[in-house]
């Protein structure tokens, strides 16, 4: 039997065609270390990719580090909490719009002894100068993070400042939400956290929450697709796919109905536009 060029080079693509699996259609995220280490991406991602077939790959790190990923163009969405630094990545051309999407707030843990005599207030700034003034022991993410800026913000409202003032009380981790909470835990040293990420935390050992309802803790997160004018590889269809669905009646209904133990960890806000 004769077999032509032709129907050789058919037979070999078809082989090629069986044993290549077909592409799999997926997304990166950089995000911050409190949507990963609340678990909240652990309950939202599986809901989304089984409606969508599109895989969502996470790169969790402080929000400063997850924007400066979004400007490298090594990410097709940022999904951050720091208004002012996200504003200010608006501001560069690096995202094309930016979309609210939820809030929870922080709160301010220490151990139960309490040696700057802070439990109970709701008076976030009144609390760190006391701590400042006990040189008690803090821990700080310190490391670019939504939470490393928000507890930056309420020192210096608090006219401390922190430069001058930090010393062998004042830890600088460099860590992500988690690694500081255990840091805190082992040191018994107090620590501002986000929180969903305190409410999964589990090695609390001393710890509780100690200052909380201040409106200055106030934690907003929002969404941006990163500008494929600037950065051409980003997947801008399946990004904003990704992020309509977030801000979406059921993307808020799933984000409002992750909770642990009970409790709400994230409240969607989408619609609220001055968010």
């Keep these: 039997m004769v077999i ?87 501001a560069e051309g690096q995202g094309v719009k930016r979309y609210p999407v939820m809030y929870n707030d922080f709160v301010l843990i ?27 022991p803090f821990v700080s993410r310190g490391d670019r993070s939504g939470t490393h800026m928000a507890e930056l913000d309420l020192w210096k409202a608090a006219a401390v400042d922190i430069d001058k003032s930090k010393g062998p009380w004042y830890r600088d981790t460099g860590q992500g939400m988690g690694p500081a909470l255990n840091t805190a835990s082992s040191m018994g040293a107090y620590v501002l956290a986000d929180r969903g990420t305190w409410l999964a935390f589990k090695n609390r050992g001393d710890l509780e929450i100690l200052v909380q309802g201040d409106k200055r803790l106030f934690n907003q997160y929002g969404v941006m697709l990163v500008n494929p004018g600037k950065h051409p590889n980003v997947k801008k269809e399946l990004g904003q796919q990704f992020i309509d669905w977030l801000v979406s009646p059921t993307g808020q209904k799933a984000i409002a109905a992750y909770k642990i133990d009970g409790e709400q960890l994230f409240y969607p806000n989408a619609a609220d536009a001055n968010a």
């Design 110 to 136: 220490g151990p139960k002894s309490d040696p700057a005599k802070i439990a109970g207030s709701k008076d976030i700034l009144a609390a760190l100068k006391k701590i400042e003034a006990a040189q008690a």
């Design 4 to 90: 032509t060029r032709r129907a050789l080079l058919a037979a070999v693509l078809c082989c090629m065609a069986f044993a290549l699996p077909a592409q799999e259609k997926f997304i990166t995220v950089a995000s911050t270390t409190s949507t990963e280490q609340s678990g909240l991406f652990g309950y939202l991602l599986p809901i989304y990719e089984q409606q969508t077939g599109v895989k969502v790959r996470v790169v969790a790190l402080g929000t400063g580090q997850a924007l400066d990923v979004g400007r490298r163009g090594d990410a097709d969405v940022v999904f951050v909490h720091a208004r002012a630094a996200e504003e200010k990545f608006m």
